[in-house]
């Protein structure tokens, strides 16, 4: 037996089999590991299956993979029929093989950190742990932190559906309409989760949607007459209750992975039925209770206003678990049912650390509790206090702090946060989720709607649409690509579409004046491809009279660091994507479950491509912002600094975090400490180096 991928080693009619595998993953093939399974066998035309014994899943199936109810140490193959069935069975063993993006030792589980967190009722001075003898309820630690608030409860609504249908005709396309909306509901969550581990469940429920054994299984039903609500309906739920009826502690995560099928479930439900999913309206200081919550519930949650929840069914490795992480909120999963009894509005301390929801706390109680809060807020509060003050060293180096946004509402909020301007505009986001091209005058309104939210005096950065590669636009026709992430993308897309392209830039144009504008383009991998650029935006220039902005480039893939020299004869100004810029210095595609965690920005030869970009522009006295994830990275800021780095674009939450740190830096002894990581070996070694800097 080998735990290798290799070469199928038998023929069993008609189908090739593969070698053994020993699963890797320390709680089996969950929803997360099981989608990005499930995406690569869809890449091949053969018919895959996983083989466990004498039981088999469809590959290209998430609720089918899950089903299997593996744990780790299970014995898998793999088995294909079809023309580019030894391919498939390469591919997908070797993603088995390695875990299929999670970690590959047992005890290695995303709830690790949780699990050994400290106390949060533990003082930052001392480590003795405040006790708190009062009246509570005992749960898991799905996020730790501590909150004091207010009881609101929430019950999902009963939703009525005809059991019988019209054609099958007509109830398939209603599955197929409900499937496409919720897939673009889905959509919309995502781009308001910054985490990435939030996105990746999202995506596992994206997946679902397309699942070929539910949609057969729903479609079975629609033959028998069944209106397509209770057609879906019977078969999500049957796939849900055959997931939490499994047994044995090594079937704990799948069993919590029933909540996502039923998520993803009453999503089409309520679709087909024509009614609003319920939407939980929340009061300020609020500490939620519930017996489930989805992960769509929970990623539509009023952040302002929510300050934890509980809830009496889940565990720590829910994906309600891991948005509450992500979120930075505490919060409970399995809290004892007597949770589901407190009246509305009652007080309550809720500790995530300790796995407590104190219930019937005295006034002192509270008040050390509150105390603790106030702690861990005050430093955060300071940093908002001085936002509007500017970002210069101690040594007399502006630097300037800027946004990356998407709109107006979030250009407001960067200002009131202390931003500068806007150092990236995503234009991109008014061409998704839409089946034609915006307008000359939409784009305008969301453009001008932005200038004039900053003025006159501050910078707005427009990048022209950055599509193509991981980011298709469904009415967009590019071709089929072996790799787009080398091919059509960025400016390219704009190039090959310049109808399209011209009608962007004149709606951008028409911020000029409104706002020091700058604009952009991405992906610029040569210098024929900034001149075509730059002449068609001149021609629209001349055209419409607006000539009061600046020309810049993305600096994204290596061939523009190393010709940053002759990029800034040419270009006003570099903003640095830090994210493309790692992922193709170092070769690794920053979403492969495999690589990605390997994709460090702090790599040294990241910050070489960074400090040719600076020195090259230096020579032409030109600017360099970072608008990629490294700007909103405490532990980055002070190398971007002593590399060159003017202009940081962070996240509108991290303006003055960022600010409150360049304050505390010395440009001086940033250059020396840039100087000391760039010759480091390893993004490790650079990380260990740059841990005092770490927020």
């Known amino acids: 037996m080998t735990t290798a991928a290799t070469a199928p080693e038998g023929v069993s009619g008609g189908a090739l089999t593969g070698d053994a595998i020993r699963l890797p993953n320390a709680t089996g093939l969950h929803a997360r590991p099981a989608a990005l399974l499930v995406a690569l066998a869809k890449k091949y035309q053969s018919n895959i299956r996983l083989v466990r014994g004498t039981d088999e899943a469809n590959a290209k199936s998430v609720v089918s993979i899950m089903g299997l109810g593996t744990q780790h140490g299970d014995i898998l193959r793999v088995k294909a029929t079809g023309t580019d069935a030894a391919e498939a069975i390469s591919a997908i063993s070797a993603l088995l093989t390695e875990g299929c993006g999670e970690q590959r030792e047992p005890g290695s589980s995303a709830t690790a950190s949780v699990l050994t967190s400290l106390p949060l009722t533990a003082s930052t001075e001392s480590t003795q742990a405040t006790a708190v003898s009062v009246t509570a309820l005992a749960g898991v630690c799905a996020s730790p932190g501590l909150a004091v608030g207010r009881i609101v409860q929430f019950r999902q609504d009963v939703i009525v559906i005809a059991e019988t249908g019209e054609s099958i005709e007509l109830e398939r396309r209603k599955l197929e309409a409900a499937l496409d909306a919720a897939h673009v509901q889905i959509e919309a969550l995502k781009s308001r989760l910054s985490d990435p581990a939030g996105a990746k469940i999202l995506d596992a429920h994206q997946e679902l949607l397309q699942d070929p054994d539910l949609v057969e299984a729903a479609t079975a039903g629609m033959l028998q007459k069944q209106s397509a609500g209770h057609a879906w309906r019977a078969a999500f739920m049957r796939v849900s209750t055959r997931l939490e009826s499994l047994e044995g502690a090594h079937n704990a995560l799948l069993r919590e992975r029933g909540n996502d099928i039923r998520d993803v479930g009453r999503r089409v439900l309520s679709l087909l039925a ?42 720590a490795t829910s994906h309600v678990a891991i948005l509450a992480r992500s979120f930075g909120i505490p919060a409970l999963c399995g809290v004892d049912d007597a949770a589901l009894t407190l009246a509305e509005g009652t007080l309550v301390v809720l500790d995530g650390a300790q796995g407590l929801l104190h219930h019937q706390p005295t006034e002192a109680d509270v008040t050390r509790a509150q105390d603790r809060v106030a702690q ?111 091919g059509l993308r960025g400016v390219r897309v704009s190039l090959d579409q310049p109808a399209m392209f ?72 570099f903003s640095i994507g830090t994210n493309d810029l790692t992922q193709y210095t170092l070769a690794m595609d920053r979403g492969h ?36 994830g490294m700007a909103s990275d405490a532990m980055a800021v002070p190398v971007l600094i002593g590399l060159g780095v003017q202009e940081l674009s962070a996240s509108v939450p991290a303006i003055p975090a960022i600010k409150a740190l360049v304050r505390r830096l010395s440009l001086a002894d940033c250059k020396l400490l840039a100087q000391e990581v760039i010759q480091l070996g390893t993004a490790t070694e650079v990380r260990a180096r740059l841990a005092a800097f770490a927020e």
């Not at 209770?289 to 992960?295: D, H, M, N, S």
Request: aromatic share 4%.
């Open 593 to 628: 479950p495999k690589l990605a965690k390997k994709a460090d920005g702090l790599h040294p030869s990241v910050l070489k491509m960074i400090a040719l970009t600076c020195e090259g522009a230096a020579r032409h006295g030109k600017w360099v912002g970072v608008c990629g």
């Open 274 to 315: 024509g009614v609003k999913q319920v939407q939980i309206e929340l009061p300020q200081d609020a500490i939620l209770i519930a017996e489930e919550l989805t992960p769509s519930d929970t990623a539509s949650l009023d952040r302002s206003k929510l300050l934890g929840f509980c809830t009496t069914t889940g565990g």
């Open 502 to 573: 011209r009608t962007q830039l004149r709606a951008i144009l028409r911020t000029a004046g409104k706002a020091r504008l700058h604009v952009m383009f991405p992906m610029i991998a040569t210098l024929e491809e900034l001149r075509e650029a730059k002449a068609i935006l001149a021609e629209e220039a001349a055209a419409t009279g607006h000539t009061d902005f600046k020309v810049g480039i993305m600096i994204e893939v290596p061939s523009a660091a190393l010709m940053a020299d002759q990029f800034a004869r040419e270009a006003d100004f």
């Open 376 to 486: 861990q807020a005050a430093r955060r509060e300071q940093e908002k206090t001085l936002a509007k003050d500017a970002a210069v060293t101690t040594d007399g180096q502006r630097i300037e702090v800027v946004a990356n946004v998407r709109n107006a509402d979030e250009a407001r909020e960067a200002v009131a946060l202390g931003g500068e301007g806007v150092g990236l505009l995503r234009s991109e986001f008014l061409f998704d989720e839409r089946s034609t091209a915006p307008s000359e005058d939409e784009q305008a309104a969301a453009y001008v709607a932005v200038a004039d939210t900053l003025g006159a005096q501050r910078t707005l950065v427009i990048r022209t649409l950055d599509v193509g590669g991981d980011k298709p636009l469904p009415y967009l026709p590019l071709p089929k690509e072996d790799n787009p992430f080398l």
